[in-house]
Each structure stands twice: as structure tokens, then as C-alpha cells.
């Protein structure tokens, strides 16, 4: 029985006539697969790494998300190539005259070309991925593992080339010229992404409160940032296998829409009418309809550009970038659709209308009609109330998560142990919903600090805020977070585990002492590198609040990376900063048998010079310099190291910081130290 989608003769008819897109897609899969992988086996080899470590970078190559991802770029040029070599005859009269003359059904040579472009690029695929496991066996690296990475990676690409295929065929459709068609194809692959991106860029200049660097989106707008393109339903797919979780949802959900594309494309193919050969656009009402949904989006991210390209007067260059943004884009599409520069002004009502819903957005996010700063949910509807340990010290840390031997140090603002757990009732809810109320008040930005603030609402649902709060406030407000249980995971997260991972160790009391390099062993005990954090660690794990409640004599600054994972990833390394205190006994004796002494006081008769650095709000620094002991003195006991600041115990002069110079006994100068903060006097 013969098929109505299928019929070899004519696929093989059409990949005869553009063969040279499946020979240089096979070139370059070959280049990036077996050839590659070669160069990769050499590499190792001569790296000498070991035998699990080889299989480790052989498995990472092979997934989706591995070492090979110019794949994906391949990918994508090859389905929009595909896609407008494959129907460029529907914006042609004579070839489409020709075509249609043909004893063949429409739908007959609709479904042709779609095969014909699809086996364009999985059968090049299918071979390179094939020579690659060849590869890998020749250098004793075989199993069925190996092949079930190597199908995976061809279903994964597969499913890419089909949503792009799909996505830049339906711009083929709906357009009558083959640069339309193309800078079409271009609009819809980057179009969800950009305008996510555009709203979350109002969100952060407009909305005071925007939390943007922690906020995850929800809802209909998170479905649309992760999977409102073939673009990001790639990285998507890439950032969960690399983190190990399953992808086979997404896999499925991709095959299903790009199938559903090719359908849709089906439908608008028989419905497009032939007259639409040379014209910019195939469907007039369509046609508006897209330009209203290109013109206003790229408006007000022109008028962003705009805001953000000066510090004074934004909001005089922000409305003057849109008004000409919108006269230059409008004239530009309208040249576009007619191919003549006489019809640039053209339209000049459809101009207005895009006039007005710019301004009805700039207002929604000007005068904020979502309220959205202005958001504090009841206490009643609060499981917790949030605040991020980072906002509260000067401490940072990272997250450390591993799979299989693989190990990644990601951000600890990413993690859920950053946030410290507070009852709904706590005085942090008052402190927030002070500020919220006096939002419109201007206040010295020097007096402030920015908090990070997540809302668990009982239905499950999670809302993040920033705050820029007034520290005398925040002091006040913070005075139980010492008794908070989730403080030592916050503050001190994951030490033993990281133990095994370091390669230096700094401890910063003013001066600086490099307790290990990895370089270079600075241990004067010659003992293990982890043992100071597991000493800390125990520390840790038996200090009660008052310890908390002390102030910090120094900071910790420990770097970790992991061999493995530093070859496929730049997440392999990491850093963080971790709070010494006085009561943290065991730490502190260790690091006076290494020669340090935990606590660095300054003394007056050490000082030669204070300089105090300050920017004014043109940004200008100025600086005053104290040579005077009474001066000196005065200044003494208002010295705080910067990184040791913990906001229930003192306020910081944040516009200014200090340099300190100290003299030896002869009273020549000896060194420089950096890093102090003042407190404000009494």
C-alpha cells in the first residue's frame, strides 16, 4: 500500500537536488565527533590521568549536555538551512507554479520536503555519533552504557534539529520572501527569551523591591523563559543532565510539539494561497498582528537600552530612546513588508497604536498600577518568612552538590540552606513592613543595606523581595537571628564534605596568612590540609548562640575545585569566606600553633597613618589623612574589619572605608593594611 507521507523516490529526488546540505552537516558532525574525540583521547593521554577519570571524560563527551555541545549550534544552522532550502519554491511564482503542476497531491509534496530535510540531518548524525563509540571502543572504552549515552545524544540533537525545523518552517509559511522568511526564522528561535529577559529588565530598574538575581520564575512566565523556545528548551535539557536528573520528559515534550509544528505547518501549507509568492508577508491579517507583537517588544527594550546607557536624567533618555526607537522600527517593518523605502512612513495609525501600548506598559511599571513593591503577604497566609544569611554577614559561601564523581561548588544563594527560616511573627516582618510603607521617603543610600527576602506562603507558593533597609533598623530586628536554628547550616555549610575538595587556605584578622596552597605548603605543622576545617566543624556543631552573639575575630577565606569536574565545567571551582569567632576554641588553637594569632589588635603606638576613603554622589573619591596620635585615637576603637560584619551587632559607614599605615619600632613604614570599615560615632 503506498504511503501518502512517504515515497522514497521523491525524497531521494529532493536530497539529490540540495545534497550539499547533508555533506557539509556530515562533515561537521564528523569533525566534532570521531575527529574530536581523538584529539580529546590524545590530550588525556598525555594528561596522564587515569583510567576512571578517561571514562569520565569520554561519558561527559557523549551526553547532551557534555563537552560536545557545538553540536547544538549544528543543529540549529542545519534546521533553518533545511527549512528554507526545503520551501523556498513557496516564494517563488515559478517554481511554485512548477511544483503545483505536478501530478502529486500538495500534502504529498509538503510531507517530501519535511523528510527529506529531517534525514538531512539525523542520518549524518546517526553516523558520527556511531564513529565516535568506535572510537572510544579502539581505546578499550566499550559497553552498553557507552551506547546508551551515544542514543541518547542522538535522540536529544534530534528532537533540537526538529523544534528549530519546525519553528523556522512556520516562518517560512507565513512569509512570501526568502530574507522574510529568514530574519522571520531568526524573530521566533530568540523572540520568548528576549521578551522574559525584557521584563525582567523593567522589573529590575522599575520595581524597587525586584529580587531578579534570586527570583525564580513562576508559572505561565517560567514556562515561557525555559521552554518558550527551541533555544532554551536546549539549555534546559543540557543544565538537568548535567546535574543528573532525567530528561526524558522533556525529550518527549519536545518530540511532541515539534511534531505538532509539523502539522501546523501542514495546515497553514494547504490554506496558504499561492498569490502569496513575492509578497513580505502570506496572510494580511497576520501579518499586522506580527508586527505589533515584534515593533512594541522591541521598543521598550530600546528605550531600556536607553535608560540604562546614562546615570543622569534616565527617564528623559529612556522616553526619548523609545520615541525615536518606535518611529525607526516601524518605518523599518513597514520598508520590509512593501521592499520599498517610500513606505516608510506608512501607517502612521498603527504607529499610534503601538505608541499607546508602550506608554500603557512604561506607566504599569512607572507608577507600579501591580503593586508590586508594595506586595507583604498577611501573616496568617506566612508558613515562613525568609531572609538570605548572606544579606545578614559579610560571609559568602557555596553549595556543594555531586553526582557520581562529578562535583560542582555553585552559588550558596542558589541553595535552599542559605535562607534562614523566620516566624511570620518575627520583628523582621515589622522592619519589612515599615519600609514598604515609607518606600517614597529618600534616605542616604550610606545608611542602607540591601536584604534578600523569600515569602513561603502556606499554598506553596514562594515569592523573593529585595529590600533596601536602614541598618540602625536591621540591627534591631536582628537580634534573634543568633538563636535561629538554620544559622551554623547557613553560615558554615557543608564543611566536612568540602574538606576533601580544598587546595587554599587564607586566614584574615587585618593581616593576611596563607594557611595552605596547594602550590606551595604553608602548614607549618606539615598536618592534613582539611584538618582545620574539621576542627571548625566541630566547633561549629557545639556552639550555642552566645557564641553568635560575640563579635567575629576573622574570616576564613577557603577555596576548593575538584580535578574531575574542572575538565568539563567552570562550576568545578569555588570560593567562600566563613566567620572565626572568639568561642570557636579548637580553631583558634590550631591556628596558634601555626603562628597566627587569631586576633589581630590594632594598637596606637603601631599606626603612623589613617586614610579614609570616601565617593561623593558625582562618584569622586576624596580622602582625609590622620597623622595626629589624638586624631588616631579617636578614630581607634571605631575600626571594623569589613568582612567580619554581622548586622545584629554594628552599623557600618558604608561610603567610606580605610587604609591604615603601620610603622615598625624605628618608626619607618612597614606595611599597609586594607579591608576596615568605620562605625558611626556615638
Known sequence: MKSRIFSSSMVK?????????????????IVLYPIYLMIQFDLWCDQKLTYEM???????????????????IVAV???????????EYLHSKKKLDCYHSLPVKRGQIYWQHVWAGLLSFIVPLILAVFLAICVGA???????HFVKLGLLNIVGYSVLFLLVYGVSLLAMMLTGRVLVGILGSCVLLVYMPALMQMFKGYESVFFKTCAAEYAKAGGIFKVLENYGSPLSWWVNVADRNRNGESVLVLLIGGLTVGILLLILNYWIYHRRPTEAAGHSMAFSMAARVIQYFIEIPLVLIMGLIGHEMVIKHQNIWWVISMVVGLVIIHGVIEVIYYADFRKFFRHLGHLGISAVVVAVICVIYKAD????????PAQDKLESLDVSSESLTGSYHVHLTKQGDLVTFENHTDSESDYLKLDAGDRMYDLIENTINNLDEK????????????YCLKNGKKVYRSYSVMQEALKEAAQTIPKTGQLKEALYPQLEEKSKYVTDIGYENGVYYTVYSQGEIAMKTGQEKNKLLSLLAQDVQEADSSVFEEEPIGVLNVSYSNIISTMFSSDGYGNEALLIYPGFSRT???LKELGIEP????????????????????NQEEMETYTNQEDIKKLLPRLKLANTWTAWLDVRDLSRNVEIVLKDKAGSEQNIRYGYYLVPEE
Open 13 to 29: 529526488e529532493n536530497l539529490k537536488q540540495r545534497i550539499w546540505i547533508p555533506a557539509l552537516v556530515t562533515v561537521g558532525l
Open 54 to 72: 578517561i571514562q569520565r571524560g569520554y561519558e561527559r563527551f557523549l551526553a547532551v549536555s557534555g563537552m560536545n555541545m557545538h553540536t547544538g
Open 77 to 87: 544552522v542545519a534546521g533553518l538551512i533545511c527549512a528554507v532550502a526545503g520551501f
Open 138 to 144: 579502539s581505546h578499550g572504552y566499550f559497553s552498553c
Open 369 to 376: 498600577l501591580i503593586g508590586y513593591d508594595r506586595y507583604l
Open 443 to 454: 534616605t542616604s543610600e550610606n545608611e542602607e543595606i540591601q536584604i534578600q527576602v523569600r
Open 588 to 590: 583558634c588553637e590550631y
Open 599 to 618: 586576633k589581630d589588635e590594632l594598637k596606637l603606638s603601631q599606626i603612623e597613618q589613617i586614610s579614609i576613603y570616601q565617593w561623593d554622589e558625582e
